[in-house]
């Protein structure tokens, strides 16, 4: 069965912290991506990877970093979490080599309040 | 500013009624997605449509790709409780994919 979890449901953190948001999948996906889901903006693409250490970043990739050092593990960092990074946190990956517009499978999710 | 257009963008109706939601754009889709994600948890895909003019069923769950491949439609007949959700619609742009905002469903048993 496709797995993809992800380290933490629900995190809460101060200002100032640095964060680290981890993911896994066991399907053996080339392409992975972090997305933050606020109500009314649907999902919104921070950074994917569609190989083992390479980034790209999405629409919104500031404040935040990525490490894809192997190709099951794409980690997500806050190097200094503001109250505006509060949010749902959705890791997925994809099996489709070099293009990132196949189907996406998804984690539970992470819920990171900033306070 | 929002390539994937949805509405409604919230639905409560009771048990055993039908809906319909929609996913609408400007601009042409080789593809669209349609995902439902329960509180709590991650996207799901439902269905993927590819042709203009398609059209998939998932048992009580219709989907319509739009002739000039720029829009999709849901339709849920005798809806249920189970299918209480986020609804979300995606299509492929720039090997990326492009999210809708998502209909929210709640179906009152």
């Known amino acids: 069965d496709v797995k993809v979890t992800q380290s933490s449901r629900y995190l809460v953190k101060r200002t100032g912290e640095k964060v680290f948001l981890e993911c896994v999948q066991d399907m053996d996906h080339e392409n992975m991506f972090w997305y933050r889901q606020d109500p009314g903006l649907g999902l919104r693409l921070i950074y994917f990877?569609?190989?083992?250490?390479?980034?790209e970043k999405g629409d919104i990739p500031e404040g935040y970093s990525v490490s894809r050092e192997k190709k099951e593990r794409f980690s997500l960092i806050l190097e200094s979490a503001s109250t505006n990074q509060t949010s749902m946190y959705l890791c997925?990956?994809?099996?489709?080599?070099?293009?990132?517009?196949?189907?996406?499978?998804f984690g539970p999710g992470t819920r990171l309040t900033v306070t | 500013t929002q390539l994937l257009e949805q509405s409604p963008q919230f639905l409560s109706i009771q048990e055993g009624e039908n809906l319909t939601v929609y996913c609408n754009s400007s601009s042409v889709f080789s593809s669209l997605q349609w995902y439902r994600q329960e509180p709590g948890e991650g996207p799901v895909l439902l269905v993927t449509?590819?042709?203009g003019g398609e059209v998939k069923k998932l048992k009580r769950l219709t989907f319509q790709f739009g002739d000039a491949r720029k829009d999709s439609s849901l339709h849920i007949t005798a809806a249920q409780p189970g299918d209480t959700g986020l609804y979300l619609c995606?299509?492929?742009?720039?090997?990326?994919?492009?999210w809708g905002a998502g209909t929210k469903l709640i179906i009152k048993p």
């Open positions: 449509v590819v042709t």
């Open positions: 997925a990956s994809s099996p489709r080599p070099g293009l990132a517009a196949g189907e996406q499978y």
């Open positions: 995606a299509g492929p742009r720039n090997y990326q994919l492009i």
């Open positions: 990877s569609y190989d083992v250490k390479m980034k």
